[in-house]
C-alpha cells in the first residue's frame, strides 16, 4: 500500500511538472527544463569519444578507432533526433512570428542537416579502418576537419541557439 500511494505521488508530480508549461503552438512538445543541460552532456560525450579516437588513432590502435566511431555515430545519432524533434521544432513554433529568429532557427537546421550528412558519410568511409588500415592516411586530414566543423558548430548552437530555447507560459 506504501509503495502504491509513493507511485501515485510520483506521478501526480511528474503530471503537474509536464502541465506547466505551455505546448509550442501547433504542436504537442513542450518545455523541457532539462532539454539543454541533456543536450550539452551529448556534446560532452560527442567531444570524449572524439578524443579518445584520436587517442587510439595515434597509436595505431585501428580496431579500436572503429569502435570508437561506431560508438561516435550512435551519440551523433541520438543528439541529433532530440535536437530536431524536440528543439527545432518548438522553437519553430515558438517563433513563428519573429522572422529574425524563425530564420536564425531555420538556417541553423540546416547547417546542422549539411554537417550531419558529412559527418556520417565520413563515419561510413571510415567505419572498416579496423579492417583495412590503409584508410589511415586520409584518416587524420578528414577526422581534423569533422573535429574542427563540430567543435565550431557546438560552440555557435550553446551561445546562440540554445539561448532561445525558454518556456512559453
Known amino acids: 500500500m506504501f509503495f502504491r ?5 510520483e506521478e501526480t508530480q511528474s503530471q503537474d511538472k509536464e502541465q506547466e508549461y505551455s505546448a509550442a503552438p501547433g504542436t504537442d512538445i513542450r518545455f523541457d527544463p532539462s532539454l539543454i ?3 550539452k552532456g551529448d ?14 588513432f595515434d597509436a595505431k590502435r585501428y580496431k579500436a578507432v572503429s569502435e570508437k566511431l561506431d560508438k561516435f555515430r550512435s551519440a551523433l545519432q541520438a543528439h541529433l533526433l532530440t535536437e530536431n524533434i ?3 521544432i518548438y522553437l519553430s513554433h515558438m517563433f513563428k512570428t519573429d522572422e529574425t529568429n524563425f530564420e536564425l532557427i531555420r538556417g541553423f537546421r540546416r547547417e546542422m542537416d549539411d554537417i550531419a550528412k558529412t559527418a556520417l558519410n565520413f563515419l561510413r568511409k571510415y567505419e572498416a579502418i579496423g ?4 584508410l589511415a592516411p586520409s584518416f587524420e ?10 567543435g565550431t558548430r557546438i560552440q555557435k548552437e550553446e551561445s546562440v541557439l540554445y539561448p532561445l530555447y525558454v518556456a512559453q507560459y
Open 131 to 134: 579492417v583495412d588500415p590503409e
Open 43 to 56: 556534446h560532452q560525450t560527442l567531444l570524449s569519444l572524439y578524443r579518445e579516437t584520436k587517442s587510439a
Open 86 to 88: 524536440r528543439l527545432y
Open 141 to 150: 586530414k578528414d577526422f581534423d576537419i569533422i573535429g574542427q566543423v563540430l
Open 37 to 39: 543541460a541533456g543536450l
Open 5 to 9: 500511494k509513493e507511485k501515485q505521488a
